[in-house]
């Protein structure tokens, strides 16, 4: 199985139809179409259920477009890694992010490594932990800043001085949003939304204490924004953490007794990097350190 072909796999699998495919592609139609028979054969499966005017992808051939694109990005990602020989620091650097208030860290943290390298490029992904380490493992992600609590034993990480505060999302016009914190007794009266995250559920079961028993789950998420969408439309409130927006409609109001929960900036143990994504580690290192001297951290030996 050639990378090329995976290429035109993934274009015709995007366009639906061979003939636009092949014109994107600058090759001809019927050279297109007998690379994806050639490529079933190789498989031994059916990519694709074809009509007179589109072709839609089977399950396997669903199956093949999320590998091929696993693929086709850690073979990009490698050839700019590799592209690293002027005098000049370059590259690209991929870190994950989830959706906190320590982003706006990760975001002067980047902004302030680019201006001693301009010609250094970042990639942000945005995701929950798990999908973030799922992606780091894969070699797709560089780093990943973490909500806890999160395993991180596979990693090497410094910890950042920031904490991330829970509490709810209601609406406007709830009785909660008139009060200036909530208690587990009053959160166990609603329906509530909550994260799709196992290691945090707990930690907010712990917060529930007595009354984790009593809570009515509806829907769980792992970003906020479609979450918050479900609570505006009444469906329940939201457990998450404060963030630095606003959503049209509800408000925050935080746990008591409070609850609070740290973040970690972490890379794989053992991963070559290329000289602008150690220089970064680096610089990540001394710009926390500067941040806050008491800062604990971890890196190899």
């Known amino acids: 199985m050639e990378f090329r072909v995976l290429k035109y ?3 015709v699998a995007r366009e639906e139809n061979i003939t636009h495919a092949a014109e994107l592609l600058h090759i001809t139609q019927p050279t297109l179409s007998r690379q994806m028979i050639q490529l079933e054969e190789e498989l031994g499966v059916k990519l694709f259920q074809r009509s007179k005017h589109r072709i839609i992808l089977t399950e396997d051939g669903m199956l093949l477009r999320r590998r091929a694109e ?14 690293h020989k002027t005098t000049q620091l370059t590259g690209k650097i991929s870190i994950g992010s989830g959706e906190l208030k320590s982003s706006r ?13 301009p010609q250094v490029q970042f990639e942000i992904y945005s995701g929950n932990s798990d999908n973030i380490k799922e992606r780091i493992d894969r070699g797709i992600l560089d780093l990943g800043l973490l ?3 999160v395993d991180i034993s596979k990693y090497n990480f410094v910890r950042t001085p920031f904490k991330e505060r ?4 209601v609406n406007d016009d709830s009785e909660l949003a008139e009060k200036k914190e909530v208690t587990p007794k009053d959160v166990s009266r609603y329906p509530i939304i909550m994260t799709q995250r196992e290691l945090v559920r707990n930690e907010l079961m712990s917060w529930f204490g007595d009354y984790a028993d009593q809570l ?53 143990k053992a991963q070559v990097f290329s000289p602008a994504g150690n220089a970064f580690i680096n610089y990540a290192r001394h710009y926390l350190e500067d941040l806050a001297p008491t800062l604990r951290s971890s890196f190899p030996a």
């Open 216 to 268: 009515q789950n509806v829907a769980a998420g792992n970003l906020l924004y479609n979450m918050a969408a479900l609570a505006r439309c009444r469906l329940g409130i939201a457990v998450t953490i404060e963030l630095n927006c606003s959503y049209d409609g509800l408000r925050f109001i935080p746990f008591q007794p409070a609850l609070e929960t740290g973040t970690v900036l972490v890379w794989k």
């Open 70 to 83: 696993e693929i086709v990005a850690l073979a990009e990602k490698t050839m700019e890694d590799m592209q």
């Open 166 to 169: 829970w509490g709810v999302l």
């Open 9 to 11: 796999f993934l274009m």
């Open 105 to 117: 860290f990760l975001a002067e943290l980047i902004a302030s490594f680019h201006n001693e390298h």
């Open 147 to 149: 909500s806890e609590p």
